[in-house]
Nanobody, 113 residues
């Protein structure tokens, strides 16, 4: 199983980023997927999750209305569109297979002027 995140970087407050997670080694279309994040000195927290077929999504209150999770089962990829970024969104963002032990290596997002 492999989860490879990309798309992180440095962005100014109010800016946008799109994270991608390329998955392989398992049946992606049969797996609910999530994005988590871990800020310095804090515990890892759930940001957003999406059901297998993509019809159901959930978001942390802190990102509702700003972030959108989506997936492309034909490309085995899950995305996180992040808009109106705030300094408190600064963290390492991880892709995760719901109910499994597998995590990606993370991609760092820094929101700063």
């Amino acid at each position: 199983v492999q989860l490879v995140e990309s798309g992180g970087g440095l962005v100014q407050p109010g800016g946008s980023l799109r994270l991608s997670c390329a998955a392989s080694g398992f049946t992606f279309s049969s797996s609910a997927m999530s994005w988590y994040r871990q800020a310095p000195g804090k515990e890892r927290e759930l940001v957003a999750s999406i059901a297998r077929a993509g019809g159901s999504t959930n978001y942390a209150d802190s990102v509702k209305g700003r972030f959108t999770i989506s997936r492309d089962n034909a490309k085995n990829t899950v995305y996180l569109q992040m808009n109106s970024l705030k300094p408190e969104d600064t963290a390492v963002y991880y892709c995760h297979i719901e109910g499994a032990i597998y995590w990606g290596q993370g991609t760092r997002v820094t929101v700063s002027s």
